[in-house]
């Protein structure tokens, strides 16, 4: 008897525990490999340009006040981490950032006035080219709340951008929820900016954050908002299922962090909900024994680096390339490096014209990485 279509009730039976999950394991791994037995991921170095933010997540450990830490990175300080990312093979400028600093810090608008950009979207977008234009690496920018404008403007230098959805449930943004005074994680205006990617042919990246308060029915909720997204543009390359962390020093420090057993059922959800085509990512730092979501029916990594820390989660340094290789490999599949857009986006479609010759001249006959797919470290 064939598994049956994606069904928000019966999602939740199987992330509520109500249902036995092992015919969910099976069809996602079913689905994953009518793509085949390649997992990927992107060689990347990460690029905080500002760790500045207006925002004040519970759970976050990347954004610090002024004197506490945060800053923008000048042009200089970026170039020379593209510069040793290019020297170690990466195709991936991973330009991560506070969202919108210059609304609440007099430090944010000073900095950017000695660039001469006006707003933090304008000095990511100085950046990308320079970068993309400097070095061999492709920027993806993961700069926050975006506008069709903004998505246009940064088109020209990205290949791809991104924007975690998180959750679909505006309670995160209630007084003692974890996304209260965060204006930018507003539910609805990250679906606003999924929706302009879209409408621009932007390869997207997205994904949940599981574990930071929500439901279970919330996290259903979230998946199908998702595949709608996808369904409508059809321009989500990926889904990123990423799991909380307790960090020291957050409010959320005490926070139980989610099951394994209860985050592989959501990763296979996320399989079976977005379907055989999509790209299914869990980050293979935040767990330890990661390649146990090969069997949840994930086909990448995410961005591994071999020089970067994780910004965002500085305390879950990458696994080693080699490491990364021997349980990809171990579980029977073959572990290839990608550029930060997928092979089926490469096309005048998807990828601004300034950036097709250069995208195509960066990979091999299967729409991979040429230059990371010949280093294995
Ligand atoms: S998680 Fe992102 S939006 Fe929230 S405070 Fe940290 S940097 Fe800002």
Known sequence: ?????????????????????????????????????????????????????????????????????????????????????????CTEALLTLGDNPEDRWPQAREFLKSQGAATTLEYVEVMSERVVTETTLFPHANPGLMDDAAIAALRRTNVSMGLMLENISPRLMDPGMPHYDCPDKDPELRVATIEAAGRHSVPFTTGILVGIGETEAEVVDSLFALADLHAEWGHIQEVIIQNFRAKADTLMRKNEEPAVTYFATIVALARWIMGAEMNVQVPPNLTRDFGLYLDAGINDWGGVSPLTIDWVNPEAPWPHLDKLRQVTEASGFELRARLPVYPEFIDADWIDANLLDKVQNSIDVDGYAAVAEAVST
Request: hydrophobic share 30%; glycine share 8%; proline share 8%.
């Open 1 to 89: 008897m064939s598994f049956p279509a994606p069904d928000p009730e019966l999602a939740l039976q199987y992330a509520n525990g109500q249902r036995d999950a092992t015919e969910l394991f099976e069809e996602a791994r079913r689905l994953r490999d009518e793509r085949g037995r390649t997992i990927t991921y992107s060689r990347k170095v990460f690029i905080p340009i500002t760790t500045l933010c207006r925002d004040k997540c519970t759970y976050c450990t990347f954004a610090k006040p002024p004197g506490g830490g945060g800053e923008y990175l000048t042009p200089d300080d970026v170039m020379a981490i593209a510069s040793a990312g290019q020297r170690h093979h």
